[in-house]
């Protein structure tokens, strides 16, 4: 990656208070029956606790955190939420 430390911040471009967050985030195609997306959740879950995958996502300035079934409907709407206002 090129040096990128000429270009200035946000808050020096005068975006003062302004936030820039990444997030990613595995879907299921609708319908995809709940016990199925808890076993899938359960499993990614695990990998990203394994220390190989989590330093490996850290180094590269992700922050893994895991959640349940319900926690990336309610974020995406919250997210959408805040980005519209």
């Keep these: 990656m090129a040096d990128a430390t000429a270009v200035p911040t ?12 990444s997030f990613n985030v595995i879907l299921a195609p609708a319908g995809t029956p709940l016990p199925m ?18 330093e490996r996502l850290l180094v590269q300035g992700f922050e893994p955190l895991g959640g349940s079934v319900e926690d990336a409907p309610r974020f995406l709407q919250e997210t959408s939420a805040s980005a519209a206002n």
Excluded: C, H, P, W
């Design 37 to 54: 997306r808890q076993k899938l959740n359960r499993e990614f879950d695990a990998i990203l606790k394994e220390t190989s995958i989590r």
């Design 10 to 21: 946000l808050a020096e471009s005068g975006y003062r208070g302004a936030v820039m967050e």
